[in-house]
Structure formats: C-alpha cells, structure tokens
C-alpha cells in the first residue's frame, strides 16, 4: 500500500552506513513510512540483502524473485482450483474475428 509521508519525520537513526548522503532522504523515507522493503539497484552506495533499522534492501532481481515464491505456494496449483473454473466456457475459448475497419465516407479526404 502506497501512502504519502514526509521523510523528515522520519525516526532519528545513524545512517553513516549509507555512503552518499543523497540516498539519506530515501531511507528516511522508508522509516516514515515504516516500509518492510526498500527496493534499490543502488548496489554500489545501498547494501542490499541487508536489514538495517527493520528495512531489507533488496535489489529489484530479489524482490521479484521473492514475491514470484511467494506467490507460488502450493495451494495455488491448478489442481486445488474447483473444477468449474479449469476450463473457461467454450465462447470464451473461440477466436473471434474484429469487425473490418471500413472508413465512413464523412472521414474520406480526396
């Protein structure tokens, strides 16, 4: 969930470990917002795989690969969907054809 917050209300923390003082306010951002994951390819000033003040800093790569198992579990196997929903009907499954594009005659420049 998305919300608005302003990052000087951040809680006062050390971010010394942070190497460009310009990624500060991102952090601070993510402490506002009391963010689980803050998602960075900033490898070379961010320390991802990390947990620093409860935020794991995750490169975009590992985030997605954690939400894809996430996601993955078990329980969402076609075999546990009901049967109904297996197949879709079969109008859904037939190809149907777009209407030709005919120009009007109001729209024909000669």
């Given amino acids: 969930m998305l919300h608005s917050v302003a990052y000087p209300r951040a809680p006062q923390v050390d971010l010394s470990w942070l190497t460009d003082p310009d990624d500060?306010?991102?952090?601070q951002t993510a402490l506002?917002?009391?963010?689980?994951?803050?998602v960075t390819d900033n490898t070379r000033?961010?320390?991802?795989?990390?947990?620093?003040?409860?935020?794991?800093l995750l490169s975009?790569?590992?985030f997605l690969t954690s939400i894809y198992?996430?996601?993955?579990?078990?329980k969402?196997?076609?075999r546990d969907v009901s049967p109904s929903?297996?197949?879709?009907?079969?109008a859904a499954t037939q190809t149907q054809?777009?209407?030709?594009?005919?120009?009007?005659?109001?729209?024909?420049t000669l």
């Fill in 60 to 62: 975009s790569p590992a």
């Fill in 85 to 90: 929903r297996r197949n879709p009907p079969a």
């Fill in 24 to 27: 500060w306010p991102v952090m």
């Fill in 45 to 56: 000033d961010s320390p991802n795989g990390q947990t620093r003040h409860g935020v794991l």
């Fill in 97 to 108: 054809r777009p209407a030709p594009c005919v120009p009007s005659a109001s729209r024909m």
């Fill in 32 to 38: 506002a917002a009391r963010a689980d994951v803050q």
């Fill in 69 to 74: 198992q996430q996601l993955s579990t078990p």
């Fill in 76 to 78: 969402l196997r076609s």
